[in-house]
């Protein structure tokens, strides 16, 4: 019941959208942009070519995030993210993170999903072509990537169970904490930095974990 409400929820944030034509990727946009697409047939024999386009910085107006659907390379939709456009036979469903996005993938009525391809010259798509044409390259650097993130989040735990434990009704229940980390600020900073390229390099293969990738991008 719950899940329901929350699709119909999404639906209603659906607008029209205002018909301009889709603009091509350019190499600047490549933290700033991201463009999806897929094919799926719209009947008669006939199939239309369905894209998404996420500006992550927000609208220049408002500043909020919103995805674009394009039909065919005319905007045909909008909605604030997490974002659910009814299409032929499902449903596009896309959400982001604090560094990129987490998911862009067709929802298939049968419950099938597809995710949509990247544009080659987006981040993503950059990153999914050096994952096909390096695949050892890429499954290393996403092991380090993980490292990473496990290390920035295992440091904010530490960093945060010290206060915490200072909270007199929690210290008398439970004992103080005194962190056994010492680190400098250098290294702290530079492990900071780390978990987020972490972040960024999982976000532009759309992995996700709450527990990982929602505490690097806090």
Same mark, same amino acid.
């Given at each position: 019941?719950?899940?329901?409400?929350?699709?119909?929820?999404?639906?209603?944030?659906?607008?029209?959208?205002?018909g301009?034509p889709?603009?091509p990727?350019?190499?600047w946009q490549?933290?700033?942009?991201?463009?999806?697409?897929?094919?799926?047939?719209v009947?008669?024999?006939?199939?239309a070519?369905?894209t998404?386009?996420v500006?992550h910085g927000g609208?220049?107006?408002?500043?909020?995030?919103?995805a674009?659907l394009?039909?065919?390379g005319?905007?045909?939709?909008e909605?604030?993210?997490?974002?659910r456009?009814?299409?032929p036979? !499902?449903r596009?469903?896309?959400?982001?993170?604090?560094?990129?996005?987490? $998911?862009? *993938?067709?929802v298939? +009525?049968d @419950?099938?999903?597809?995710r949509?391809?990247?544009?080659?010259?987006?981040a993503?798509g950059r990153?999914?072509n050096?994952a096909?044409?390096?695949?050892g390259?890429?499954?290393?650097?996403g092991?380090?990537?993980?490292?990473?993130l496990?290390?920035?989040?295992g440091?904010?735990?530490?960093?945060?169970?010290?206060?915490?434990?200072?909270?007199p009704?929690?210290a008398?229940a439970?004992?103080?904490?005194e962190?056994?980390?010492r680190?400098?600020?250098?290294l702290n900073v530079?492990?900071?930095? !780390?978990?987020?390229l972490g972040a960024?390099?999982?976000?532009?293969?759309? $992995?996700? *974990?709450w527990?990982? +990738?929602? @505490?690097?991008g806090?």
């Open positions: 019941m719950g899940s329901s409400w929350n699709e119909r929820r999404l639906e209603r944030r659906v607008r029209p959208g205002d301009k889709l603009k990727f350019r190499w490549l933290t700033r942009r991201s463009l999806l697409s897929l094919a799926l047939p009947g008669g024999g006939l199939s070519t369905y998404v386009e500006k609208d220049a107006e408002t500043g909020v995030v919103r674009r394009y039909r065919d005319v905007c045909e939709a909605s604030k993210i997490p974002a456009f009814p299409v036979g !499902g596009i469903e896309v959400r982001r993170s604090e560094v990129g996005l987490r $998911r862009c *993938h067709f298939a +009525d @419950g099938s999903e597809r949509l391809v990247p544009d080659p010259r987006s993503e990153r999914m050096f096909r044409e390096h695949p390259a890429s499954a290393l650097i092991a380090v990537s993980v490292v990473l496990l290390v920035g989040v440091l904010n735990l530490l960093q945060v169970a010290q206060p915490i434990s200072e909270i009704a929690v008398q439970l004992g103080s904490f962190s056994p980390l680190l400098p600020v250098w530079a492990l900071g930095l !780390g978990a987020a960024v390099e999982r976000a532009m293969r759309m $992995r996700y *974990h527990l990982l +990738d929602g @505490g690097a806090t």
